[in-house]
């Protein structure tokens, strides 16, 4: 049912965006009631952006005392979250300073990605970003039938488990990008193609694997994925075509959830005119009609090599369609298109931004870029993994 395949250590990890480390902003000293916790997650965030520092770097990058730094630095040492790496080569009089970094292969973290219409993927990754182990589980039953509700629920359950069992090294926690609704208690509200309504994930996957677990939306999770690891924008829209489709949004560098953190539903918005403007909701003119895996390879199916191009531009035309209003209200700077390689570029994408063109105001566009996702398959694993960085130690 599964295939478990694993990595050296020193298999090629995940580089986080330079940019990163120039826009790296240090707040000011916090007040007296959260001040430990807040500079214990500058020193995390500083050393996981800039790699090795000495703790005289650490305190002048932070702006706290050096004797604040020193007790930090021994705190998560013993926590085995930093580790000293030897002195520091210096060519000034006096004894050299020792380098100190995030302990990047002492934690691991268990990714899941359960975006995809056919497997659901996982992962064990430590804080480098190297991926340990990978696992993959197939979403059809020994008839065939896709797997939902309850049984697909008990599926990325032994998915985890797999992972926690698979991994040598202490686990930091269980990240997991799902479709759907998730809100901030880690319940996702709906996820119609796992047929789940109000299933409490987090808690139930807490329970059984006994890791602290974080869940977002996939389209979200790969939106940051994108951001930290990528060469983004800080204003950009994720479009995320699988099973469904979504988008996550980040603006100024920050996840934009809404306020029933269904942001980026847009799978679900109509964007057929071919009813007229006065037709209700039709599950038959939303987007994904046009635009999902399943329904898009259908459809080529069906038109055959000669009719190839005019289904994929159709889906773009749909697509622009529908982010005209995002485009013109927010004044992304780029949209990043992640799914198969072989239907989200040339055509479809080409499609997508002609229609852009045509139904925005030309200074909102003039420098607008639609481009294909440059994170590859594993997109939304990094998305799972930074989510737990990010909640567990505060870094992104």
Known sequence: ?????????????????????????????????????????????????????????????????????????????????????????????????????????????????????????????????????????????????????????????????????????????????TPGVVDDDGVVCVAPNFDWEGLPLKRILMERTGLATSIGNDANVAALAEYSFGDTSEDFALVRIGYGVGAGIMLGGRSVPGSKFASGEIGQVMVGTDLGIDAPYAREQVLEHWLSVPTLSRALAEAGPKGREAVLREAGNRLGVALAPVIGMLNLAEIVLSGPPELVGGTLADAAFEILTRRTMPDSHDTLVIRASSQGEDLILRGAAAIVLRERLGVS
């Not at 020193?10 to 001040?35: C, E, H, I, Y």
């Not at 020193?70 to 020792?98: D, N, T, W």
């Open 1 to 177: 049912m599964k295939h478990v395949t694993t990595r050296p250590a020193g298999a090629t990890a995940w580089a986080m965006n330079p940019r990163r480390a120039r826009d790296l902003r240090v707040a000011a000293k916090a007040t007296p009631g959260d001040t430990k916790l807040h500079n214990r997650t500058l020193v995390l965030q500083t050393l996981y952006i800039s790699g090795p520092l000495s703790r005289a770097d650490i305190a002048r990058t932070t702006q706290l005392t050096k004797v604040t730094i020193s007790g930090l630095v021994a705190e998560l040492i013993g926590e085995g979250l930093i580790e000293e790496l030897g002195q520091q080569e210096s060519h000034r009089p006096g004894k050299p300073a020792i380098l100190v970094d995030l302990a990047r292969s002492s934690h691991a973290i268990v990714a899941l990605d359960l975006s995809d219409d056919k497997l659901l993927r996982g992962a064990v990754i430590d804080l480098a970003g190297r991926t340990l182990a990978r696992v993959e589980a197939p979403r059809f039953d020994s008839a065939g039938n896709a797997v939902t509700g309850d049984a697909a629920c008990e599926l990325v359950v032994d998915l985890a488990l797999t992972l926690r069992d698979a991994s040598e090294i202490p686990i930091l926690g269980l990240g997991v990008g």
